[in-house]
């Protein structure tokens, strides 16, 4: 029948749920994969696109068979609790494990479900290290899945997980434990640089159900005929008129979520009316519908009652489904008010019936919209009593307890919940977790000196990455410090804490000094007073000279300690090794052939992921590359096992500074770049990348980006006192002043370092160095100069086992005979010199060493031999990428008659792969810093065409970020190609 539109529903159209529109290919996709487990799939699309509609769809249609689904939900949490997802989800399908068949393993469940203490096996013995303590916890996991028959995990929102749940998602999506078939929710914009839930996207992606029974399905908006079939769905089936389903398509761009609360506020608005042509709007032009979300939600939470909004916040404060005791505990109403509020929320569609009795959100986005319209006072007010409410319960929450309290600003209870949820995450080995609460705890709780120690003793430091953290931690350690009134033993305590911490943030004249006061009085606590001597024997900063840092790692190792593991001796050794091996003691390497690359005990692998790192680099100090590879390769392995970031960010950078120097180049570009943006880098680490960086731009021939970064470098290392790590650019940043015949300065850049190597006897630091500081000593005259140090290097090395170092003294004689006119002499030794860079292997030095034999060749007349030498170089310096030294080639060759073809800019690439003048242009304004929004207007362009052009060009390049179009932009290659249409006074609007 056709209805008039006076006949009209007046103000309360009945609106129903939408029925499922459109996804049919997704639901079969979805359950093909299922129905052969072990099946994993990953939903991935925008906030209210219709993931958790299409999974519970799924999961409805399945409710006959006998299937068992775990149902997780991710929450937003501030500190989301250890595996809460799963603990959770697995207390909605029992209450009890009395009576299950669990193995002894199942002890370790024992923190996730301290209910079931009573029936739960004994708790496994201690096991140091949270690794092992977590897959005991993994593993104890599974089997109770197991046990609980559980064929389907669906986990919702996985954006929002903690680790140990992502953790545990890749241990079963490895599919050892049992096939279970796993379904994960994700938005993918919310995904922060997590990279475990990226490894987790990898694990379970892939484009259609695969062998392995991989989907991932990527949900996207409905078009406007599935608007209309959603719209009608809401009003009863009936027809929609076209214009209103393209109005509010437009309106909502299609997203399901929009486009069912602009129904409902239409409907509550009474906007809709019903003519002879189906539903359509009132007046299309009278009504906006509400772009975003947010209004909407606000709007219709207006048109509550008061009851229905007080429940309605009181839901949205708890940010978790509950059932109606809690909600309306919270609300502070009566029962009868409660309920009649509820039953409106519910009706309007606002919350939704989540069975079990709980309630939730509809969806989260109107959660948050609801919540943040609570004005702070009252927030504060309803956090206070949901933390009273839940505290209640058993067992409590104590990660949401933590937040309610921090929210409501009760601190004791606060930090009481949120000590207790940072030991419950260690105790199931979830480092980030706990991590993240007890920093926020010491930098935000206004603790007591004692709880400060006692907490900071607790802190999962190696799962800490980046100086920020570190640096919060500062004031709150100072302020204990001024509270401890003259109690020595705890000032020290505070102390080493203090100093560790500015150690860590790489302060460390301040860090030592905090040290050096703390250590006598640490005689209650030898162990620490250890670690405090070791930390001094560490050779940074230039203050000290190497005899006293010999002296404390004496020191410490003369030190008895009772209570030393074997961890914690196996950490020392480490340390004595590494230091010793800085100091170039040649001692070091015994004690480094005895730190294995692995261990059995779990206890140990982070002292041996810390060890191998230390090895890796001091290795790569001494030109003993395969052991600096292995090493290196070994502690990322472990890094990355066992998420050890701070270990893992500083591997992948020593790793990429090796591969510069063996000339591993393909792709270093772009993975330097990657590493310099990343957050999780400490700053010395940063330095080492850009040192990269630089050094490639430098062999690309783009001089003065390449000094200006290589000083940036310099500097900063030289600042933090890391003076091993600062020769190399010295040298560099030398090499190219001296490359440009500007003497003075090269002389100028190397002096105060090559004093304090012959001060501190470090030789084993002039790898680089040397050479420079010869070749600018013997440029200005002072061959006497040179030839001294070149007599004291040799002498420096004298017993020492370090290729590295050899080859630059190898180069220092070549350089010094080249000085003083012997060219024949110069010739072989830069040919020793070049082949003792090879074995190591450095191919970069080795053929600019070379290029030095030919060109003292050239001047010892033997010029047939030195140009096919010169044209065999400038071959391989092309091959390797050093294309700014290949072209110094090319031009030699020519000037002696001989035809070279200057290298290719660009020629690595296929043609097809060029950048067109636009792509180019966009390309050099990303390398000046501009945003796309600038470039844009720079260029009278739009933003999206920019965006265009920049992936286009990023594609061409095989780039990924945008970090490393601006590191390839300002190199050689780019300066140098030139834009074939650019004219003088032709702007780029007159293309
Ligand atoms: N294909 C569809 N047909 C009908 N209604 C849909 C469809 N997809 C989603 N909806 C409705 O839109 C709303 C939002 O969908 P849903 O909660 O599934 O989004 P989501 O993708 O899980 O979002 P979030 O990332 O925020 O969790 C729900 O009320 C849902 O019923
Ligand atoms: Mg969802």
Redesign the pocket.
Known sequence: MAVSEQDGGSGSAAVH???????EREMAELARALDAPPAAVWIE????????????EYLARTAGRADRVLLARCPPLHHPQTLGPLVDAVRQVTETVAGLPLSPLAGALRPLFPEWAADLPAAPGPAEDPTAVRHRVFRALAELLARLDVDVLAV??VHWADEATLEFLLFLASGVPQPVGLVV???PE?VAGGSLLRRLAARLAADSVSAAGRLRLA?LP?DVA?TA??VS?MLAGEHVSDGFAGFVHRRTEG???A??GAVRLMADRSDLSHGAGGWGRRRLDEIGVPATVRDMVLERLGRLGPDGRAMLRAAAVLGRPADETIIRAVAGLAPGRAQAGLIEALDR?LL?DEGWGQVAF????ARQAVYDAIPPPRRRMLHRRAGRTLEALAPPPVGELADHFRVAGERSEWCRYAEWAADLALASGDETTAGTLLHDLVVNGGLPPASTVRLIRKFPFASFAGPARFRELVPPLRAALAATAGDAVQEADIRVQLGNVLLFMGEDDAGRAELKRAIPHLGHDPAEAARAMMRLGWPRSSSWPVSAHLRWLERAAELEVPSMTAADRLGFAADQATARLMLGETDGWALEAGIPDDADAPAEWQQITRANVNLGDMAMLWGRYAVAARRLDTALALADRRRYRRYESVALVTRTHLDWLTGAWDGLAERAAALAESEDILPLARLEVLFVVGQQQAAAGAYGPAAERLRLVLDGEVDSGALADSMEPAAALARLALAAGRVDEALDITEEPAALIARKRTWVWASDLGPVRVAALAAAGRVEEAAKLTAAFARGLRGRDAPGPRAGLATCRAVLADARGEHASAARLFARAAAAWQVLPRPYEALLAQERQARCQIAAGQREVALSLLAEVRERLITLGALGDADRVVSCLREYGVPAKRPQRGGRRANGNRLSPRELEVTRLVATGRSNRQIAETLFLSPKTVAQHLSSSMRKLGVSSRTALAVLATSAEFAQRDVPDRRPGGGAKNR
């Open positions: 749920p939408p029925e499922l529109v459109g996804r699309g925008e906030a209210g696109i219709g993931k958790s509609r299409l999974l519970r919702e929102d929710t994700c938005r919310d949900l409905l599935g079939r959603l769905s997203v399901p979520l486009i069912e569609g939704d509809r969806h989260v986005l």
